[in-house]
């Protein structure tokens, strides 16, 4: 059926992203392909739309060629509220509505009582989390494209102080993405991760943030990392010092004895001053007291 698209109105909350430049050049090229849904006719013969909000902004600003739509029509007048509910079962099973656009619906029709039936609890969870981010920041990141999962996350880290700003930055400049947002979401959902102080969870959340992928257990080897550098425990101690031994080891491993004859003279002094760091502090922190009772006895 065509309806003329002066006849139809929109009340409904339509999508975050309202670019239609693209979407109305092919439109032009090729013609309305697919029919929008719509809902009437009232008594003055007007109808409401339903679903295809991004193809009827593209072919209101295009009157002279779309003078009339192709519309599937569900018969009767209903309310704003069922209308809502029927666009947001609809965008929820389809795949070219965001999960802010489904969200956003989802906020619409908060005092319906079947609201929670309409959405999988995943989602639902998803969107109680996003809900925690005021809706002006949310429909700001979502226009520049960003993720709203990585938007919830960085939003929930309120403890880092000015650093969660520098977060929210690059999230916005396109710099942090899922990938990230998931590495993120390991380091702080970690069960040593609290024990941390400011600058310890800054530190393992920028080397998260740099290496992106990685296990589980490499995020706890992180936090522990971070720990046993700057407050060791007593518990720890016997698993980090096995875990030093285990890196020591996997260095020593890289030196192959061909190094020889293709390295320089600097390069060689290079690798004797790090050695000679490593020895040094390992004098002046793990043997530093008997060299401390030698001495004395060696005075008396």
Not at 22 to 45: H, K, M
Not at 90 to 110: A, F, R
């Amino acid at each position: 059926m065509e309806i003329p698209i002066n006849k139809i109105q929109c009340d409904i909350r339509g999508r975050t992203n309202k670019d239609v430049t693209e979407l109305s050049r092919n439109l032009t090229a090729f013609g309305q392909l697919e029919p929008i849904l719509v809902e009437g006719p009232d008594e003055n013969g007007g109808y409401f739309l339903i679903h295809g909000y991004r193809r009827y902004l593209a072919m209101l600003e295009n009157k002279s060629k779309f003078n009339k739509v192709k519309c599937m029509v569900n018969s009767g007048i209903t309310t704003q509220e069922n209308r809502n509910v029927l666009r947001l079962i609809l965008i929820s099973n389809g795949k070219k509505s965001t999960g802010l656009d489904q969200q956003l619906v989802y906020e619409e029709i908060k005092d319906n009582e079947n609201r929670d039936s309409l959405v999988p609890k995943s989602k639902k969870r998803r969107m109680e989390k996003g809900n925690q981010v005021p809706q002006a920041v949310r429909i700001e990141y979502e226009k520049k494209r960003r993720s709203q999962d990585a938007l919830a996350l960085i939003y929930e880290l309120k403890d880092l102080g000015n650093y969660r700003s520098k977060l929210l930055e690059l999230l916005k400049q396109g710099k942090i993405t899922t990938i990230h947002a998931d590495a993120i979401k390991r380091i702080v959902s970690h069960p040593m991760y609290n024990n941390l102080k400011l600058n310890q969870k800054i530190t393992v959340i920028e080397k998260a943030r740099k290496t992106a992928k990685f296990t589980t257990n490499q995020a706890g080897f992180f936090i522990f990392e971070e720990m046993m550098k700057q407050n060791p425990q007593k518990e720890n101690t016997s698993s980090w010092i096995e875990y030093i031994c285990d890196e020591i080891e996997r260095v020593s491993e890289l030196i192959h004895e061909d190094l020889q004859q293709t390295t320089t003279e600097i390069q060689k002094r290079k690798l004797m001053k790090t050695l000679q760091q490593l020895t040094n502090r390992l004098d002046g922190c793990l043997w530093k007291s008997k060299t401390v009772k030698k001495k004395r006895r060696c005075m008396i």
